[in-house]
């Protein structure tokens, strides 16, 4: 897969884990990468990176060509959680730049872990990568083949699970706790879906003024990960 755009790409090459292939970088750049004691650096005019890129890659002058990194299950972050870990699990969500951006402020507010089922959730491209603004190479993104069965996991891992419903009655900051937390969001436009929120521990919402309609899903989450972060600290 190509990685592209300079915050993805620089934090690709720091990635010890990050198995590289291809650095392209226009006439501007200078950098060089080696990989298994080869340069694998090519400069290039921006024209024929727009030719080997997909269509539309907003690249800025830098592309990176890399293997998927490494799975991980859910057992992985259960077993390894501190007890204070915050990890979101994503019921469905479908547009990889909104996945990207939760990734993003997942990082920023020292998240475990990002959640996908396996099913309606986009694979890893260099779209979600670019939203993501080098988050991908730094917190692990974990798929599931169900979320019930998930949510079960997490709750015998002593995590305590808030699914975000606009509809419910309690404000996030009361249904928060300290303690290990998973915070469940669903999809771009149908919210939760109802199996996955009776499994929740809790709903709860963001106070909102009712004319301001709803939130798209990066933005409730960033607001959502900051109110379990400044509540975990109280």
């Known amino acids: 897969m190509w990685l592209y755009g300079a915050h993805a790409v620089e934090a690709a090459m ?13 006439d501007d750049d200078k950098i060089q990468l080696d990989e298994d004691g080869k340069a694998i650096s090519e ?6 990176m727009d030719e080997i890129l997909p269509p539309g890659a907003v690249h800025q002058g830098i592309a990176l060509e ?25 019921d469905q969500a479908s547009d990889p730049r909104n996945i ?30 670019k ?11 974990v798929r ?22 606009g509809d419910a009655d309690a404000a996030l900051s009361s249904a928060a706790r300290a303690g290990r937390v998973a915070l469940i969001i669903g999809s771009e436009g149908r919210g939760l879906r109802r199996l996955t929120a009776e499994k929740c521990d809790a709903l709860a919402s963001i106070p909102m003024l009712p004319s301001a ?11 959502a990960l900051y109110e379990l972060r400044r509540t975990d600290n109280h």
């Open 213 to 223: 309609g709803s939130l798209n899903l990066s933005a409730a989450a960033a607001i």
């Open 131 to 141: 939203a993501a603004s080098g988050a991908l190479e730094k917190l692990p993104l």
């Open 14 to 26: 720091a990635n010890p884990a990050r198995r590289k292939y291809r650095l392209l970088t226009t």
């Open 66 to 90: 890399v293997a998927p990194l490494a799975g991980m299950d859910i057992g992985d972050i259960t077993e390894e959680a501190a007890d204070d870990a915050l990890v979101i699990l994503l």
């Open 100 to 129: 990207g951006a939760v990734m993003r402020s997942a990082a920023a507010f020292g998240a475990s872990a990002i959640i996908l089922p396996d099913r309606h959730a986009p694979e890893v491209t260099g779209v979600l990568a």
């Open 43 to 48: 400069t290039m005019a921006r024209r024929d």
């Open 144 to 165: 599931v083949t169900n979320v019930a069965r998930t949510l079960a996991q997490l709750k015998d891992a002593d995590f305590w699970c808030i699914g975000l419903d």
